[in-house]
């Protein structure tokens, strides 16, 4: 069965930069694309971004020029940064694999809040 | 950008059937997937190609998809099937994955 947890900080100062992990278990890593998605409380899904395991990326247009999401199949995690926070960043923060063919979501960690405050 | 649109409530008695649509411009010609998230959980997928099921889905959960809209059923609903629903497409120009603003659904 494939797990993911995603693991980091629960506490970011402001203008800092948010670094998170997930790690996937009990199944491949490679020929996957890999995802992070956030929600803030109370509110719908937002999707921050992809990598596949041959490092191409896709993020969010508006989140762009803040985020990185990287792979690294030896370890068999991936990770996401996210510079200059603010408060609008406090989130859920979720990492998922894609399905096959884009056969939606199929395995999504617990989750991890992530605080942004001073 | 593809935008889809939820109703952000249904309601619905136990024993009697909920449908949850997904909105957008000719949505019948993308695939369709819907996540069910219980409170303080994480999303699961249970409906991808607009109506396949994973397997540990029960079979009271069905999707179809055509014209504008797509629609998730819950024939027989049960308390436990109190949730947020999301509907969500890929963006074929952006290669990007749009969710819809989430459904709440209320067992009376």
């Known amino acids: 069965q494939v797990q993911l947890q995603e693991s980091g900080p629960g506490l970011v100062k402001p203008s800092e930069t948010l670094s998170l992990t997930c790690t996937v278990s009990g199944g491949p890593i490679n020929i996957f694309q890999w995802s992070w998605i956030r929600q803030p409380a109370g509110k719908g899904l937002e999707w921050i971004g992809h990598?596949?395991?041959?490092?191409?990326?896709n993020y969010k247009s508006s989140l762009k020029s803040r985020v990185t999401i990287s792979v690294d199949t030896s370890k068999n995690q991936f990770s996401l940064e996210l510079t200059s926070v603010t408060a609008a960043d406090t989130a859920v923060y979720y990492c998922?694999?894609?399905?096959?063919?884009?056969?939606?979501?199929?395995?999504w960690g617990q989750g991890t809040l992530v605080t942004v405050s001073s | 950008s593809y935008v889809v649109t939820q109703p952000p409530s249904v309601s619905v008695a136990p024993g009697k059937t909920a449908r949850i649509t997904c909105g957008g411009n000719?949505?019948?010609?993308?695939?369709v997937h819907w996540y069910q998230q219980r409170p303080g959980q994480a999303p699961v997928l249970v409906m991808y190609?607009?109506?396949d099921r994973p397997s540990a889905i029960p079979e009271r959960l069905s999707g179809s998809n055509s014209g504008n809209t797509a629609t998730l059923t819950i024939s027989r609903v049960e308390a436990g099937d109190e949730a947020d629903y999301y509907c969500?497409?890929?963006?074929?120009?952006?290669?990007?994955?749009?969710f819809g603003g989430g459904t709440k659904v209320t067992v009376l």
């Open positions: 969500q497409v890929w963006d074929s120009a952006s290669d990007q994955p749009v």
């Open positions: 990598v596949h395991t041959s490092g191409t990326t």
């Open positions: 000719n949505i019948g010609r993308k695939h």
């Open positions: 190609y607009d109506s």
């Open positions: 998922a694999r894609v399905g096959l063919g884009g056969s939606g979501l199929d395995y």
